[in-house]
């Protein structure tokens, strides 16, 4: 705190400062301080509202998933129709909806990188699948990131994938979700850039990127004076962490690029620990594919949970 105080000063005698006290909002995002019980909520609910009202949801129907399963999102053919984007807003509801996605809510990023990849050239189907999300949010505006006070500051994390889940290229879908103290800090939900030839090379591709925000955590914490442990990564494929433990140069594997073998010196220098977790229990499915309601245990809840697993 003495460190915040001392920067405030130094910053107040060059530029002219007002103290407005503690931040209870900041570009659209709610901040909720509860010091009695030690919580902090991070909510985005009056944002999504005006965004539900500026593309003309109000009345639409809530739906309970991000995306429905029904979906099966491609490339506009020869055939099909693009909508005029000068007319359906499509790229604005798409940056409306990203916008929410990383600022408090982990739970559309899987839905919002589906729909991203057809910004340049969307039809009728993918305005569709944009309109889903929105009437998804109408329905989860009280959906917010929640977090508690825990003197133990360990990083873990959670990775999962789809395998050639990419309908064009048939590229898999990457998600990483970690948690410091049990409070989430850091998702994502992309397409692998290589084209993987197995589920176990998927999920090692993915679990390997994981490792890679797990270390850079690990060394931002570390910056700030507070030590680590190895960081504790979970994975759902018993192949893939054989896979990266395993230092046998395998036949069927020894195609894998170099580079995301790098994971094997993380686990050796007691940098990272990778662990199994079932898939039911992995916060991170949700970032990969849809997950029917009920498809997660509430202990892998992607919000607002202690989300640590035990072996």
């Not at 569709?128 to 508690?148: C, F, H, M, N, Q």
């Not at 692998?192 to 390997?208: C, F, G």
Request: proline residues 2%; aromatic residues 8%; hydrophobic residues 35%.
């Amino acid at each position: 705190m003495s460190d915040i105080v001392n920067l405030k000063k130094q910053l107040s005698s060059t530029f002219e400062m007002k103290d407005l006290g503690a931040a209870r909002r900041i570009l659209g995002m709610e901040i909720i301080r509860d010091r009695v019980n030690g919580t902090l909520q991070l909510s985005q609910s009056n944002y999504l509202k005006k965004v539900i009202e500026n593309f003309r949801m109000t009345d639409s129907k809530s739906s309970q998933t991000p995306i429905g399963a029904h979906f099966k999102l491609s490339l506009v053919t020869e055939d099909e129709e693009c909508i005029d984007t000068e007319v359906t807003p499509y790229s604005s509801a798409v940056g409306s909806i990203m916008y929410a996605m990383i600022g408090s809510r982990p739970d559309l990023a899987y839905g919002i990188g589906l729909v991203s990849r057809f910004m340049s050239k969307p039809g009728s189907i993918h305005w569709e699948a944009v309109k889903w999300l929105l009437r998804y949010i109408k329905g989860s505006l009280d959906v917010e990131l929640l977090y508690t006070k825990d003197k133990n500051l360990d990083i873990q994390g959670y990775c999962d994938s789809d395998y050639a889940a990419d309908l064009d290229k048939r590229r898999s879908i990457s998600g990483y979700v970690f948690t410091v103290g049990g409070n989430v800090v850091s998702w994502k939900s992309n397409l692998q850039r290589v084209a993987a030839l197995s589920t176990t090379e998927a999920e090692y591709i993915a679990l390997t990127e994981a490792v890679k925000e797990g270390i850079w955590l690990r060394g931002l914490l570390q910056d700030f004076g507070f030590k680590q442990e190895a960081v504790k990564v979970w994975c759902d494929s018993q192949s893939a962490i054989c896979l990266s433990k395993n230092n046998l140069f395998h036949e069927r594997t020894k195609h894998i690029a170099v580079k995301y073998y790098f994971i094997r010196d993380m686990i050796d220098d007691g940098e990272v620990e990778v662990l199994k977790i079932h898939t039911s229990r992995n916060p991170a499915d949700i970032l990969t594919k849809v997950v029917p309601v009920g498809g997660v245990d509430p202990e892998g809840d992607i919000h607002g949970r202690d989300t640590k697993m035990e072996d």
